[in-house]
């Protein structure tokens, strides 16, 4: 079987975008984003349906954001949350966890600098729950999920 990937790219201004399953020709999103976001968090959702576009940088604001949008790919369209995160940031990751929630951590705010605030996104409630922080603040990371269950952030500033 050969598996089948869907590339989701975004404009700074949330006003072009464009999916396709690899390696086909790009198809241009029917809609837009809420706001234009610059180095959001972004996760696939468990369904493998739809994917989670959280905070960013909105170059237009001159300010982190705390939207977050739904892209579902069966109507090729962005659907927007009815939640904010907690922390508004840039550069935070995303890691869908095994029980299909989305955790979001660390990332830059602009007023706070560094951040190591962690987020759960429920798809089945389209909420956020602030949980623990990472015990460092940390910006361009990456977090992994190990088979037991637990996640580790790596590296970063």
């Known amino acids: 079987m050969i598996a089948r990937y869907c590339v989701l790219i975004v404009a700074l201004t949330g006003y072009a975008a464009y999916a396709a399953p690899v390696p086909y020709d790009l198809i241009p999103v029917t809609n837009h984003m809420t706001e234009g976001r610059w180095a959001p968090a972004c996760a696939a959702l468990a369904d493998g349906r739809r994917a989670l576009i959280a905070g960013g940088f909105n170059y237009a604001l001159g300010e982190c954001v705390s939207s977050a949008d739904i892209y579902e790919l069966k109507s090729n369209r962005f659907t927007p949350s009815h939640c904010r995160?907690?922390?508004?940031?840039?550069?935070?990751?995303?890691?869908?966890?095994?029980?299909?929630?989305?955790?979001?951590?660390?990332?830059?705010?602009?007023?706070?600098?560094?951040?190591?605030?962690?987020?759960?996104?429920?798809?089945?409630?389209?909420?956020?729950?602030?949980?623990s922080g990472m015990n460092v603040p940390r910006e361009l990371f990456q977090l992994v999920g190990l088979t037991d269950g637990r996640v580790m952030a790596i590296g970063g500033l």
Do not use: H, K, W
Request: hydrophobic share 45%; with cysteine.
């Open 85 to 131: 995160l907690a922390c508004p940031r840039d550069f935070a990751q995303a890691l869908t966890l095994s029980d299909g929630t989305v955790l979001i951590a660390g990332g830059f705010n602009d007023v706070l600098g560094s951040v190591r605030a962690a987020e759960i996104y429920d798809p089945a409630t389209d909420s956020f729950r602030a949980i």
